[in-house]
């Protein structure tokens, strides 16, 4: 269950982020204190509303669902990353950030509305049957996908290894659709992947941050310092990555720190206000690091990047983050309903607040996937936290906010990167895709040649 108190304040940011509604039933309420006059003649005012709607709506009406509605109404009008989670989405949240869970093997997201395969993960059911990255679902379970949640997709394609599930695609070079029947099984959530790049330089693929990152995250570093050649500089790569959970953020930066602030956090409250410092390690790792960033990296990935950048232990590469600089917690409601709603702020060492403002690389290098005509389409489509209705501003109080850009799309309608680009995120991690990236092979270059300058003057 997700935690509401200190390190583990959940900051999660999904691939999709979407303005929805759910329904349901009663016991959800609030005591009014009877000297609250104003909140009270509004919820008369509710009362009413909701009294002349159902006995002289044109159509009959479910009070439940209006009621369900309201709530959602309230949450999505606070900020894009509050809301009512209903017990289905409620478990899916808590299951992203866990170690593994039974299903197929795919990460999708919502592109052009409609639920699109970023990448198979290697090994599992869908890797083995074919499926691609590309692939558009239309139906799981002979049950159409349009109009079908994001959530609603995923807890359909989950389930209990050993049952099956069959699922339909077009694919672009296919004339007719593609029918899979696909055995679930158990899908380990691999949060870290590594190799070697060059004797004695390491990468890291750190694709969200779950329950176990960090563990795999030394894991990773020890198999590597522990090869032939010492380890003289490290790639880690924080593309795309959306976050997950504030005290791996916060160990994973430590890792790499000796001591001072790491991240602070301010609310409203006084026990929504605290700093994260860090602590000398065992073992010191001082070698040069460089961080790759985009505009999916969000919230903890952030964390660390402002971290690193702010103590000038790593230099920043790519282009400028997401910019969620806000953190939630989830509330347990009766009935498995749970509450997501933000609490908080955070802010770098040195006092930068990120929330929609980003962490901006200190050398900027666009992904070569792309010419520069489609590197310009994507960032204007690409939606950052500025450009969501309702966003906070990165100071309480600062001005106005403000609602999404004149000709931006809408949240629900946020482009997914190309997947030709996610799809090495997530799929098989190989030297040759390493070395045909471009931001990879300038971190390389800028590593190997502190080597050689720091030889120099020895």
Do not use: C
Request: glycine share 8%.
């Amino acid at each position: 269950m997700p935690h509401n108190n200190g390190r583990h304040v959940k900051l999660w940011l999904a691939i999709v982020i979407a303005v929805v509604s759910f329904t349901i039933g009663t016991g959800f309420a609030r005591n009014i204190s009877a000297s609250d006059q104003e909140t009270y003649k509004s919820l008369q005012i509710f009362a009413d509303v909701l009294d002349l709607i159902e006995k002289n709506y044109v159509d009959p009406v479910d009070s439940k669902d209006l009621i369900q509605k309201a709530i959602q109404g309230m949450m999505n009008g606070l900020d894009p990353h509050s809301q009512l989670l209903p017990p289905e989405a409620f478990e899916e949240l808590q299951i992203d950030t866990k170690g593994e869970f039974g299903g197929i093997g795919i990460v999708i997201t919502m592109q052009n509305r409609l639920l699109t395969v970023i990448s198979p993960i290697e090994g599992t059911p869908a890797y083995k049957a074919g499926v691609k990255a590309g692939d558009i679902i239309i139906e799981v379970d002979g049950e159409s996908t349009k109009d079908m949640m994001l959530w609603e997709a995923v807890k359909k394609m989950r389930g209990p290894k050993g049952e099956a599930v069959a699922i339909k695609v077009i694919r672009e070079e296919e004339a007719d659709p593609l029918a899979f029947t696909l055995v679930r099984d158990i899908i380990p959530i691999e949060s870290v992947r590594y190799m070697t790049l060059r004797p004695g330089y390491g990468y890291v693929r750190i694709t969200n941050f779950q329950d176990n990152t960090t563990s795999d995250l030394k894991n990773a570093l020890k198999v590597m310092e522990s090869g032939k050649s010492p380890l003289k500089g490290l790639v880690l790569d924080l593309r795309d990555n959306p976050g997950g959970l504030l005290n791996q953020a916060i160990d994973v930066s430590d890792l790499f720190l000796e001591n001072g602030d790491i991240v602070s956090i301010k609310g409203r409250l006084k026990k929504h206000t605290k700093v994260f410092r860090a602590h000398a390690n065992l073992r010191k790792r001082d070698f040069p690091i460089v961080v790759l960033i985009n505009g999916g990296s969000a919230s903890a990935s952030e964390i660390v990047a402002g971290a690193l950048q702010d103590h000038k232990r790593a230099v920043i590469l790519g282009t400028t983050s997401f910019g969620k600089g806000s953190v939630q917690t989830v509330e347990t409601l009766r009935d498995s309903y749970g509450l997501k709603f933000t609490i908080a702020r955070y802010y770098t060492p040195s006092g930068r607040s990120i929330q929609a403002e980003g962490i901006k690389p200190d050398i900027s290098v666009r992904h070569q996937v792309l010419t520069d005509a489609e590197n310009a389409v994507e960032e204007k489509h690409w939606l950052k936290e500025k450009d969501l209705k309702n966003h906070l501003d990165a100071e309480p109080g600062s001005q106005k906010r403000k609602s999404s850009r004149t000709g931006k799309k809408d949240a629900d309608e946020k482009q997914a990167p190309p997947a030709s680009k996610t799809e090495n995120r997530y799929g098989p991690l190989s030297l040759e895709n390493l070395e045909s990236d471009s931001q990879v092979m300038r971190a390389l270059e800028i590593l190997r040649g502190y080597q050689i300058f720091t030889d120099a003057r020895t």
